[in-house]
């Protein structure tokens, strides 16, 4: 059995701990002195290198949230492609979160520009709600090996249950039917670790459901938005991994803000950053030692 990308994100996480740094950067977040001298993008560009350089090593993988940087325009574009190839550099492993969710020739061409190219990375995210064939355009990229994709299955937003939780003629909810339709496609992709590079965007948030969810997707590797901001403490992620792996936890602004809560470390944003997410492992690790 070859080595997949599912298998150097689960060694990472082995390794580094289970957090995901997320690159959701606005502008706003940037310290103000960074301004001086440079461009918008110049600004963006070094506020992430500098987040990157210090959290590399205690980081399992980094998630840059397109949105971000398309909403700048051009010039975020090209923030969003330095930001990417600095992270290959560092050889840290890269979730595009993209969100797409077409079909047939237009997933065709995004498989092409987030898996080829300037936009290249490790694993993208999907909306899989058009169906199972918005995923199959992306299936010959992982089948190679080094590519994976993270598709919804059950968010940690409150308007999921306006469609995740509705009942099938079956009495499953939706988000199980989804659920159990990527594990079966993700089948063809186990890697050595025993899970899936086909992964699944699990929110949190559901406490009572954690564990189910846990068991039911059990060679789904899980990326779990909803800690921190979003209400979902260690002890809720806890119930999502297996020994502490088989998951990343995303945190953004916890951790770009992190500066923000200590007076006067403003020049120090990027220690702080990086003592976020030493502390924010460890709580995790701690919580899943207690289970």
Same mark, same amino acid.
């Given at each position: 059995?070859?080595?997949?990308?599912?298998?150097?994100?689960?060694?990472?996480?082995?390794?580094?701990?289970?957090?995901?740094?997320?690159?959701?950067?606005?502008?706003?977040?940037?310290?103000?002195?960074?301004?001086?001298?440079?461009?918008?993008?110049?600004?963006?560009?070094?506020?992430?290198?500098?987040?990157?350089?210090?959290?590399?090593?205690?980081?399992?993988?980094?998630?840059? /949230?397109?949105?971000?940087?398309?909403?700048?325009?051009?010039?975020?574009?090209?923030?969003?492609?330095?930001?990417?190839?600095?992270?290959?550099?560092? =050889?840290?492993?890269?979730?595009?979160?993209?969100?797409?969710?077409?079909?047939?020739?237009?997933?065709? /061409?995004?498989?092409?520009?987030?898996?080829?190219?300037?936009?290249?990375?490790?694993?993208?995210?999907?909306?899989?709600?058009? $169906?199972?064939?918005?995923?199959?355009?992306?299936?010959?990229?992982?089948?190679?090996? =080094?590519?994976?994709?993270?598709?919804?299955?059950?968010?940690?937003?409150?308007?999921?249950?306006?469609?995740?939780?509705?009942?099938?003629? =079956?009495?499953?909810?939706?988000?199980?039917?989804? !659920?159990?339709?990527?594990?079966?496609?993700?089948?063809?992709?186990? !890697? /050595?670790? $025993?899970?899936?590079?086909? $992964? !699944?965007?699990?929110?949190?948030?559901?406490?009572?459901?954690?564990?189910?969810?846990?068991?039911?997707?059990?060679?789904?590797?899980?990326?779990?938005?909803?800690?921190?901001?979003?209400?979902?403490?260690?002890?809720?992620?806890?119930?999502?991994?297996?020994?502490?792996?088989?998951?990343?936890?995303?945190?953004?602004?916890?951790?770009?803000?992190?500066?923000?809560?200590?007076? !006067?470390?403003?020049?120090?944003?990027?220690?702080?950053?990086?003592?976020?997410?030493?502390?924010?492992? =460890?709580?995790?690790?701690?919580?899943?030692?207690?289970?």
């Amino acid at each position: 059995m070859k080595s997949l990308i599912i298998d150097k994100l689960f060694n990472r996480v082995k390794e580094r701990g289970v957090v995901c740094v997320g690159l959701d950067t606005a502008l706003e977040y940037i310290p103000s002195y960074i301004f001086e001298g440079r461009s918008e993008v110049e600004a963006l560009v070094e506020f992430n290198k500098a987040i990157i350089d210090a959290t590399i090593d205690v980081a399992a993988c980094f998630k840059v /949230q397109i949105a971000y940087y398309e909403s700048l325009g051009l010039k975020g574009m090209m923030a969003y492609k330095e930001t990417l190839d600095y992270l290959r550099e560092k =050889d840290a492993i890269i979730i595009a979160d993209i969100k797409r969710g077409d079909i047939a020739a237009t997933a065709k /061409q995004y498989a092409k520009a987030h898996f080829e190219g300037d936009f290249e990375a490790d694993f993208i995210t999907l909306s899989p709600y058009m $169906g199972m064939d918005s995923i199959e355009p992306y299936m010959p990229y992982i089948e190679k090996g =080094d590519k994976g994709i993270f598709s919804l299955v059950r968010t940690s937003n409150p308007g999921a249950e306006d469609i995740e939780m509705l009942k099938t003629v =079956d009495s499953r909810d939706v988000y199980k039917v989804v !659920g159990d339709k990527i594990a079966e496609i993700g089948k063809e992709v186990i !890697g /050595q670790c $025993g899970y899936s590079s086909i $992964g !699944g965007v699990i929110g949190c948030t559901h406490v009572e459901e954690g564990i189910e969810i846990r068991k039911r997707f059990k060679n789904m590797f899980f990326l779990i938005p909803g800690y921190g901001a979003q209400g979902g403490k260690a002890d809720d992620v806890a119930l999502y991994l297996n020994s502490g792996n088989g998951g990343v936890v995303n945190s953004s602004r916890a951790i770009l803000l992190a500066y923000k809560k200590q007076e !006067g470390r403003e020049k120090e944003f990027a220690i702080c950053a990086r003592e976020e997410v030493i502390r924010m492992r =460890d709580e995790i690790k701690a919580a899943v030692e207690s289970l």
